[in-house]
């Protein structure tokens, strides 16, 4: 049975500000309930948690049936072919830390394509949204990638994988490789924020390494539907993407490996 997804967009749309608000709610203070996860540099708070508990409940109410997969509490079965990919706040580190940039984001997938996309940014008050083939929207508006062509005037945005005591492999030499050919370069500290940047065409391009599902799935949708693409460039660590304009993603793998 299909799905009504001008009303799963509504309902993702009013989920996420509804978590904005728990997340805003304890944002700079002192309750913020920090631990480590798999090592020292990668942290959970009480937002992060609760989020997520909101969301599945949300979820499983309104869509019993459908599968999950969330950050915090890992993949929960359904009958059905639709499976949503969250990921409560994107960027916990910039949220730990009491800076601006963390997002809410929610993807929906049908036989593992996605099809609906949803990033909110409550402390910026940007909302970011996609249905397949419907295009994409920022605040509601119309958003289209950027169309610069060369590395020259690009400005690009990245991450480093958490997973750094493990795998030495952190993006440092991407990031020697490809400084000198740039404008700027920009550590946003929220994947799913960095995509909707590219979307919008407030980043040129971005790339990272080691990605989960819920860091990209809501975005990279969203930069699709803005007429951009995301190309996967190794399959050997997690999801590593090049997003942007076609041209400028070509010039971006000619330098990122
Ligand atoms: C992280 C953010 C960050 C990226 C990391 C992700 P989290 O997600 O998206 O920008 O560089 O790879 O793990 O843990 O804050 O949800
Ligand atoms: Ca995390
Ligand atoms: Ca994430
Ligand atoms: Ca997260």
Known sequence: MSIDLNQALEYAVAWAKEVGKIQLSY??????????KSNVYDVVTRADKESEAFLLDKIQKHYPGHAVLGEESGAHAGTAEYRWVIDPLDGTNNY???LPVFTVSIGLQYREETILGVVYAPYLGELYTAIRDRGARYNGKVIRVAEKQDLA???????FPYDKDVNP????????AILPSIRGIRRMGSAAYDLCCVAAGWLDGYWELALQPWDMCAGALIVQEAGGIVRRFRENRG?????GNAALVEKMGEKIQ
């Open 27 to 36: 944002f700079r203070g002192n309750d913020l309930g920090i631990q480590t």
């Open 96 to 98: 730990s830390q009491g």
């Open 153 to 159: 005037h690009s400005v690009l945005g990245t991450g």
């Open 169 to 176: 492999d952190n993006n440092a030499a991407n990031l020697a």
């Open 239 to 243: 999801i590593s993407i090049l997003a």
